[in-house]
C-alpha cells in the first residue's frame, strides 16, 4: 500500500468511525433525552412538538457529516474500484451508505421539516408518522453499512 494511500486509509477509517459513533449517539442519547425532557426537568417546559423542532435541529447539524461522509465513500471506495480492489460485500455496503445517507439528507429531512412547519398537527398525521418511521429505519440501515464499510477496510488495511 503506498504512503499517501495508507493515510487517506486512515482519514477514511476515522472518518467512518466518527460518523458511525455520531449517528448511534444521536440515536441513542441525545433523541431519548430530548423526548423525555420532563424527566430531566423535574416540570414539562416542552411539548412532544418542540421537543421534536429541537431534535430536528441536532438532526440538521448531524447532516452535514452525513454528506461529507457520503462524498468521503463514493471518492475512496470508487479509486479503490477503479485500481481493482472489487469485493461484492463492499461494493453492497458502499451502495447502501450512500442511498441511505442520501436518502436522510435529502429525502426524509426535508420532508420531516416541511411537516412540521405545516403545524403541530401536521406531526400528528399518519403520513408524518409514516415518513418518520422510514427515517429510523433508514438511518439504522445507514448505521450498519457504515459498520460493514469500517469493519472491510479495516479487514483489508490490517493484512
Given at each position: ?106 429525502y ?18 399518519k ?11 433508514d ?10 464499510l ?10
Open positions: 500500500m503506498k504512503p499517501y494511500f495508507r493515510v487517506a486509509t486512515m482519514a477514511y477509517l476515522i472518518l467512518l468511525g466518527a460518523t458511525f459513533g455520531a449517528v448511534v449517539f444521536a440515536g441513542a442519547v441525545v433523541a431519548p433525552v430530548i423526548f423525555n425532557s420532563k424527566e430531566y426537568l423535574f416540570s414539562s417546559i416542552l411539548n412532544h412538538y418542540q421537543e421534536g423542532l429541537l431534535m430536528t435541529q441536532n438532526f440538521i447539524r448531524l447532516s452535514y457529516l452525513v454528506n461529507l461522509t457520503m462524498i468521503s465513500i463514493f471518492l475512496y471506495e470508487g479509486y479503490k474500484y477503479k485500481m481493482g480492489e472489487r469485493d461484492k460485500f463492499t461494493s453492497s455496503a458502499t451502495l447502501l451508505a450512500i442511498m441511505s445517507g442520501a436518502l436522510f439528507s435529502f426524509y429531512l426535508p420532508d420531516i421539516i416541511n411537516m412540521q412547519l405545516a403545524g403541530e398537527a401536521m406531526t400528528k398525521t403520513e408524518f408518522i409514516n415518513t418518520h418511521k422510514g427515517s429510523e429505519i438511518f439504522k440501515i445507514f448505521a450498519f453499512s457504515l459498520l460493514a469500517m469493519i472491510l477496510n479495516m479487514k483489508k488495511a490490517c493484512k
